[in-house]
């Protein structure tokens, strides 16, 4: 059997869009969130970022306040008239004012700019993830049962069978196996997967999901060095087959 070496591709990898003027802080912060599985895109300008916010889609923004042409404040004014992507902004002078005007300008966080690269992890996930729960809510068909193949999974009882069987799956479990088969053939990076079912320790819950994932392939009845079900794609996440290329 062939292994998969497909690299991830953009669809997949969670898109942020850093606007700030300080380029080796963007090439710090593009490099570490690259790493941690976002596609991230730069621009050093007021003008510059906002035009690419309004044109393309983002999953959440990283906006500085002090910005040449056009300050953070002004950018992120005009931008909520458009859209309500999440907003994290950054500020060297980490003033109160600062954070009260941007917060009730609709910023959804905001963080000065002695932030550690954790802490900027932990920030943006908090807001991807409030994010992706507001989301969930006002999508009723969310709650809409999933097939795929022989696996039923309906997310209101919280229950999931196997040609009929029920599948006794722990909560992590649960939510790992419906995220995986909302996106049946494609890939979910280790990223996407924290966002969606972690709920606070993101941290504890990114050392564990391996184990989770190896749990749950013994309740399928898979085996992961030639699996029906769950494929291992090295370096970016997991993938749930559909029956035609399991």
């Not at 229950?159 to 890939?187: G, N």
Request: charged share 30%; with cysteine.
């Amino acid at each position: 059997m062939k292994k998969m070496t497909a690299e991830p591709s953009a669809a997949a990898m969670p898109r942020l869009l850093l606007i700030e003027d300080d380029v080796r802080l963007c090439r710090l912060v593009k490099d570490y969130l690259q790493n941690m599985g976002y596609s991230v895109f730069m621009e050093h300008s007021g003008p510059a970022g906002l035009a690419l916010a309004l044109r393309e889609t983002f999953q959440a923004i990283i906006l500085d306040v002090m910005l040449p042409g056009m300050d953070g404040f002004e950018v992120l004014r005009r931008l909520r008239i458009h859209s309500a992507v999440p907003v994290l902004m950054l500020t060297g002078r980490g003033e109160e004012s600062d954070r009260i005007v941007g917060l009730e300008m609709g910023a959804d966080d905001y963080l000065p700019k002695t932030f550690s690269t954790r802490e900027l992890l932990a920030r943006l996930r908090a807001v991807l993830r409030r994010s992706l729960l507001t989301q969930a809510e006002a999508a009723d068909q969310r709650q809409a049962p999933v097939t795929v193949g022989d696996l039923y999974i309906d997310p209101a009882p919280h229950a999931a069978f196997l040609k009929q069987e029920p599948l006794l799956l722990t909560r992590q479990e649960f939510d790992l196996l419906l995220s995986l088969a909302r996106a049946a053939d494609r890939v979910k990076t280790r990223e996407s997967l924290l966002l969606e079912v972690a709920e606070r320790d993101f941290e504890g819950f990114d050392r564990s999901i391996d184990v989770h994932i190896s749990s749950l392939r013994k309740k399928l009845g898979d085996d992961a060095r030639n699996p029906r079900w769950i494929e291992t794609v090295r370096g970016v996440g997991y993938m749930l087959k559909k029956p035609e290329r399991a």
